[in-house]
């Protein structure tokens, strides 16, 4: 044990005098004696270079933590030794979710925890229940450009009741804000960008805008990286001249 957390094995990169603390647990001294004797829990069916996985255990229950460093998404075949069912919690939001069996999805940059079903429902916390709505990103149209590096975009949708679960998407570049009704839901920094509007929806007409801001190396260097929209944004230009 160390603090509240559980090891079976420790990769001992420091030294002999390191190792002393580590009483009551299998000490390794290189990643090839700890992976030699297949010591894998976590299997993917293709390499995941950007894939960083950590299997703990703390309270008695054990778990994964999932996340992605890389600058793409993730999509690959999933093998956890411990169950079949397991529950992913976006940490960002408390809110819980079935994961598909034997898939992985990471967008970039995102992070996820994952728990046994069975022991996650018993825990008490709520199943994330999504309403797609759909890709946006023909919807919106021009509204005005933003200095040299971004443009605003904007689009209506008529709810004919509330929906507290709706979520958008749209495929564009850099850093993306969402407003609905004046009210700030979101900020985005990877593509296709998704917004749960539900909580900010009013039964009839709302107003959704997106404004995107661009890399500061377009001020900068004039590095003339693409920023907004995919469907205005270009490699040679940026949101508002296309």
Known sequence: MIRDYAYETVLNVIGDEYGEMLTGVRVARSAEELLGESYRTVVTDAPCPWLRAVGLQKYGIKMYFFSNEGA????ADLALTESESWVCFDLWDGKAFRATPGKLRLQPLETLLVIPAELAWASGFAEKKDHFLGDWTERFSMMQVDGTNGATYRCTYLA???DEDAVF???GEEMAECFCNGKLVDVSFWSPHRFAIG????????EIRLRFTGSAANIYSDARLPVGLERFSTSA???GRC
């Open 160 to 162: 004919d009741a509330l």
């Open 237 to 239: 230009s940026w949101a």
């Open 199 to 206: 909580p900010f929806l009013k039964v009839g007409e709302n």
């Open 169 to 171: 998407a749209v495929r």
């Open 72 to 75: 793409e998404a993730i999509e």
